[in-house]
């Protein structure tokens, strides 16, 4: 394909036309600058093919063997997510936003470990972990959500705003084994809404999480503070009661305090 240039004053001669046409069918002339575009056109014959149909059998075969024989375990779920990704990588372009987005994986996973925790897999834009307690998990998301905190005017030199939503949840799951292990379960869903239905900044927890740690948490009063209950119907899961829960040192999202010092943040 050859593109003439738009230039009137010069034309290409067609001696150059000709060796870049040669050169690559997908080579064109803009400007007198050759610029060749990847071969993304596939130049196989036809007979080669491949019109075998997948095996769907064995493919529902291997599935229900691994679902029947894996057996329930009763997990602490968290989901966390980094406010704004997509629109930031759109305004300041992928590089820097998979640089912020990595750099808050990180921050994440570095907080799961600590806390005894599993990332199961990165989201692009956030975790997603496994607990085998409770109160292991909420003291994760407090040491994330202090971690930014703390270091909210060096990130925004750096990549610009950094906010996040964290839910967590407890409940009974099936672990999936593969090259990556993976999780299934109605608490996996549930742990996802949870999250979607956060504002910002905000972690929350369910019920279910809440009666695990209400007496606990007691040993952390100084450094932890827990909102009051709210009900709300997650989608496709349905009416569930939200507890939020946050650094003392920061206050809860919705308290005067927290939007006065996040005023001009």
Known sequence: MVAKATNKKKSVPVKKINEASEASQFDIIVNEQISALPKLADTRPIAEVDHTPINLDAIIEDVTNVIATTPDQYKCIMFTDLVGSTQYKREMGHTKGFMRNRIFCDICEQAIVRHNGVVVKR????????????????????????????????LKAIVGKMDCRI??????VKEIPGPHVDYIGHAMDKGARIEGIARTNQVLIDEIVYGLIHTKIR????????????????????????????????????SLGYKLKHLIS
């Not at 839910?167 to 009974?172: D, L, M, N």
């Not at 827990?226 to 569930?240: F, Y």
């Open 123 to 154: 989201l692009g834009d956030g975790v997603m972990a496994v607990f085998e307690t409770a109160i292991d998990a909420v003291l994760a998301a407090m040491l994330m959500t202090s971690s930014l905190e703390k270091e909210r005017k060096k």
């Open 167 to 172: 839910g967590i949840t407890c409940g009974y």
């Open 219 to 254: 040993d952390y009063s100084k450094d932890i503070v827990i909102g009051k209950p709210r009900n709300l119907t997650l989608k496709g899961v349905g009416l569930s009661t939200l507890y939020e829960v946050s650094p003392k040192s920061r206050g809860l999202v919705g």
